[in-house]
């Protein structure tokens, strides 16, 4: 299994410009997460998702938008990026939402608004 | 709405030796669970160690234990016989027993040194 990936690894963005962060998971997990993670702070919950079809805000989603057409994919799309945005962004699942459900994590997008 | 504190930013162990990593959080919740993440350089998390809320033995992981005090809602890390491997970056993340949403709500984070 290759778990959680992330593509791209980096990216830098002109203000303005939009872009789709990719996320897939081949583990059959119904819920997805997309944090991002600020400098010197924890992660910080921008949307997730039960299942496809299902998509709901989190603590931080403006700016932001997400779709789950697939049990594997939950791309997070950047529309006019803006300065604030830059930080790095982590994809997330889960088979379930309880506690004994480990959260597997991809490995980060660094992405940078200039 | 809860939230988590860890109020050391950085901290730093001889190779050899056992430090703790100190996490307090906020609830009204009497269902929930912890965990203690591991982010090392290469910015990957990884999951140390978690502990339910409604047990009280301390959960333990070789050389990673918790201290649990649920009253005084403390969630403390034990690393011992620290290694050059575990500098890194820990988190403290709370997770709901119940809701909709299934997410991890993180503190700030401890940046752990560890000396040679």
């Known amino acids: 299994n290759a778990g959680v990936t992330q593509t791209p690894k980096f990216r830098i963005l002109k203000i303005g410009q939009s872009m789709t962060l990719q996320c897939a998971q081949d583990?059959?997990?119904?819920?997805m997460y997309w944090y991002r993670q600020d400098p010197g702070m924890g992660l910080k919950l921008i949307y997730y998702?039960?299942?496809?079809?299902?998509?709901d805000k989190g603590e931080v989603p403006n700016g932001y938008n997400v779709s789950r057409s697939t049990t594997e994919d939950f791309p997070l799309r950047l529309e006019l990026a803006a300065p604030s945005q830059t930080s790095v962004y982590f994809c997330?699942?889960?088979?379930?939402?309880?506690?004994?459900?480990?959260?597997?994590f991809g490995p980060g997008t660094r992405l940078t608004v200039l | 709405a809860q939230t988590v504190t860890q109020s050391q930013p950085e901290m730093s162990v001889q190779e050899a030796e056992t430090v703790t990593l100190s996490c307090t959080y906020d609830?009204?919740?009497?269902?929930?669970?912890l965990f203690w993440y591991k982010q090392p350089p290469s910015r990957q998390m990884i999951l140390v160690i978690r502990?339910?809320?409604?047990?009280?033995q301390n959960a333990t992981e070789n050389r990673f234990s918790v201290n649990f005090q649920k009253a005084a809602k403390s969630f403390s890390l034990k690393i011992s016989d620290s290694q050059l491997g575990d500098a890194a970056m820990y988190f403290c993340?709370?997770?709901?027993?119940?809701?909709?949403?299934?997410?991890?709500?993180f503190g700030k984070g401890t940046k752990l040194s560890v000396k040679p």
């Open positions: 997330a699942s889960s088979y379930g939402r309880g506690g004994n459900n480990e959260q597997f």
């Open positions: 583990m059959n997990h119904n819920y």
């Open positions: 998702s039960v299942g496809a079809g299902i998509t």
């Open positions: 609830t009204s919740e009497s269902d929930y669970y």
């Open positions: 502990q339910e809320a409604y047990k009280q």
């Open positions: 993340a709370y997770r709901s027993y119940g809701g909709s949403q299934g997410n991890l709500i």
